[in-house]
């Protein structure tokens, strides 16, 4: 049975990735930032192992890549040099011919090519990975975190959308889009949703 490798699997997306995927049947393996906090999470689960990963450390690529077929991840926020910081990842992924990544990027990224998560699809493409793209709009969990000071006290909200409708979608939906397409590669390869 192939295995799927969820990096940042104890985040908001992340963890329903994992959820669902296990749910279906699959194997995981959960890679982690903290090893020793992120195992309680699914202890007694004999569908997940947990690893520790570190885009910035290609010394923790091999170890969870091992066995992989299939990737998801999420940039981490404060990785904002993706040739620095995400590319020796993309590379090592190449190597190892993964059938399926899937990334969430972000809804109009196409039209926006100073963001770090537009440099790391183009990467990508020109890397010929097999690749989802997952381009969500705001996060509603952001509400209650990120915004959660202009709404209570100064009764905002500030979105860098310029003048453009935008919406808000729960990060337990776009994890479970992410599991549906880790789950059907076939039909989401090249797919940009």
């Not at 329903?16 to 995981?28: I, M, P, R, S």
């Not at 537009?118 to 705001?138: Q, V």
Request: proline share 5%.
């Amino acid at each position: 049975m192939e295995k799927i490798l969820v990096l940042g699997a104890t985040g908001n997306i992340g963890f329903t990735v994992v959820q669902t995927l296990v749910e279906a049947g699959h194997q995981v393996r959960a890679g982690v930032s903290n090893l020793e906090k992120s195992k309680a999470l699914w202890q007694g689960n004999n569908l997940v192992d947990v690893v520790h990963f570190n885009f910035l450390d290609a010394g923790t690529y091999a170890s969870a890549l091992e066995g992989i077929s299939k990737v998801f991840f999420v940039r981490p926020p404060q990785l904002s040099k993706p040739k620095e910081d995400m590319f020796p990842f993309l590379h090592f992924l190449k190597e190892r011919q993964i059938a399926h990544v899937v990334f969430v990027s972000l809804i109009g990224v196409e039209k926006n090519p100073v963001t770090p998560h537009h440099k790391i699809e183009k990467e990508m493409m020109r890397l010929d990975l097999p690749f989802t793209f997952l381009r969500p709009s705001f996060f509603m969990q952001n509400l209650n975190t990120t915004h959660q000071e202009d709404i209570q006290k100064h009764d905002d909200l500030f979105i860098p959308a310029g003048k453009a409708r935008t919406s808000f979608i729960d990060t337990r939906d776009i994890g479970e889009i992410a599991a549906i397409c880790l789950m059907n590669t076939p039909q989401h390869i090249e797919k940009k949703i």
